[in-house]
């Protein structure tokens, strides 16, 4: 195997923290193979970052700075392309994030390499990579088998993997290049960030949710839900689709692409359990979940499991509630 590369996930003159997570399944990686860790960096004012980085267990730094690589373009694809080239890693390591979602498959496409996005772990079985993720909405886990000679993109889930307390760990060397580049020459540009709307409620203080999923079929389910929550003192979240269904505004939505929230008590209305919402409310302290398919991926998850109708359960659990109350 040759080396093994990082892309660092730099915004706005900040690294991601989840680099640190890459940096961790990398270093595993390049020791278990006995061959180096990159990453590679593009930013602008990243000095800081760099020295911070340095002593993270990576053997060599590669930074670009300019003022257009403050955000991600078509600039980040030439240059990683560019440098991939020379550097012929076996296995190229990104977050699965906004950027990588553009950035890793056009770097496939110009390596002539195999890409698995969206993992939850790489494994290393009998000498070879494994990459591991969820397909139909979690309900099943495959582990993917890769062409051994094509170097391999893998783009893995912040948050499912945990940073190894480490000892001795190499000082990495820094290499700095400089890039020219010109803002007219590039295809994408950035223009401006559009910020939400201030939120009306953080969900991720709220210490009981009551979430809402698809399984709430339409909006008098849904209210049964908000009953539900207003009955418990606890703040109303959802899944995915009922912010697509613009039933909800995007600042309830808990997973990968809304908030993750922690609190004590999450229970779920007819959410499946799809990896890209657990990843947001796995953490919470007891889960509890209503659902009519008893094989939901959601029940893995859970402390207390329901199985059956939200419409017969919610409003029996509403007037047990009351009775209490009285
Ligand atoms: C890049 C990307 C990012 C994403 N980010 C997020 C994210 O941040 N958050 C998120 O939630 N999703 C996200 N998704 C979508 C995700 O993959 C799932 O599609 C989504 O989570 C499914 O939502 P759900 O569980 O509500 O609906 P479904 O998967 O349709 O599940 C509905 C559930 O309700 C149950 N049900 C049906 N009727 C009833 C009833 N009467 N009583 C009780 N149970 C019932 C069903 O058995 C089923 O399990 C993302 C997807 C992608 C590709």
């Known amino acids: 195997m040759n080396c093994v590369a990082i892309v660092a996930e730099f915004k706005l003159g900040k690294l991601d923290p989840s680099t640190y997570e890459l940096i961790s399944k990398g270093r595993d990686i390049a020791d278990a193979f006995k061959t180096k860790l990159y990453l590679i960096m593009l930013g602008e004012k990243i000095d800081e970052v760099i020295e911070e980085l340095s002593n993270k ?3 060599q730094i590669i930074a670009y700075e300019h003022p257009l690589l403050n955000h991600y373009t078509d600039a980040y694809i030439n240059i990683l392309y560019e440098t991939f080239k020379e550097l012929k890693p076996s296995l190229i390591l990104l977050i699965h994030s906004f950027t990588s979602m553009d950035l890793a498959p056009a770097l496939a496409a110009k390596l002539h390499a195999n890409i698995v996005t969206n993992c939850t772990d790489l494994l290393i079985e009998d000498n070879k990579l494994i990459p591991v993720r969820s397909m139909y909405g979690g309900k099943v886990w495959v582990r993917i088998g890769v062409e051994d000679e094509k170097p391999l993109i893998v783009s893995i889930q912040k948050g ?11 000082k990495a060397q820094i290499l700095r290049r400089s890039v020219e580049l010109k803002e007219d020459e590039l295809k994408v540009k950035f223009l401006r960030i559009l ?4 939120a009306e409620i953080d969900i991720t203080k709220a210490d009981l949710i009551v979430a809402a999923g698809r399984g709430v079929g339409d909006k008098s389910g849904l209210k049964l839900v908000e009953q539900l929550a207003e009955a418990l003192g606890a703040t109303l979240a ?3 689709p009922l912010i697509d269904l613009g039933w909800l505004p995007s ?3 808990v997973g990968l692409s809304g908030k993750t929230v922690k609190p004590k008590l999450y229970i779920a ?8 919402h657990i990843v947001g409310m796995k953490d919470s302290k007891i889960i509890v979940s209503i659902n009519t398919d008893s094989k939901a991926p959601i029940f893995d998850y859970s402390d207390y499991a329901i199985i059956g109708d939200l419409r017969k359960i919610i409003p029996a ?3 047990e509630l009351k009775l209490k109350e009285s």
């Open 160 to 170: 499912v993997i945990k940073p190894k307390e480490r000892i001795e760990l190499p």
């Open 238 to 240: 959802c899944s995915r």
């Open 57 to 59: 267990g990576l053997d």
């Open 269 to 276: 209305c007819g959410i499946s359990g799809a990896s890209q």
């Open 195 to 198: 910020e939400p709307k201030p």
């Open 251 to 253: 600042e309830r939505q």
């Open 317 to 319: 659990i509403i007037e």
